[in-house]
């Protein structure tokens, strides 16, 4: 059974910082693309960002280019979120999400954590 559990959330100030995890397990996800997500309360789920198999490969919304990186270990099955100078419009519950195509990653088609809350405090 495929799990994926996010964790590192929190609250923390505007200009603060968190960094998210995100560990996969119940398969082999070797090619496996890993993305990020977030909700905030009464909006549509939005990309945030996503990384290739290898890391070669970073791909960000702009709302959070040159803050936000997102990173891969390969070899403990996880995915990072490292998230700076938050801001208040960053409040969400974010989700970590994987599949092997780009396409089906950002249609939503790809496995899904339960997801962690984010609160940036002005």
């Known amino acids: 059974q495929v799990q994926l559990r996010e964790s590192g959330g929190g609250l923390v100030q505007a200009g603060g910082s968190l960094r998210l995890s995100c560990a996969a397990s119940?398969?082999?996800?070797?090619?496996?693309?890993m993305g990020w997500f977030r909700q905030a309360p009464g909006k549509e789920r939005e990309f945030v960002a996503a990384i290739s198999w290898n890391g070669g490969s970073t791909s960000y919304a702009d709302s959070v280019k040159g803050r936000f990186t997102i990173s891969r270990d390969n070899a403990k099955n996880t995915a990072y979120l490292q998230m700076n100078s938050l801001k208040p419009e960053d409040t969400a519950i974010y989700y970590c999400s994987t599949h092997i195509a780009l396409k089906d990653l950002l249609l939503g088609s790809g496995y899904w954590g339960q997801g962690t809350q984010v609160t940036v405090s002005s």
């Open positions: 119940g398969r082999s996800f070797t090619g496996y693309r």
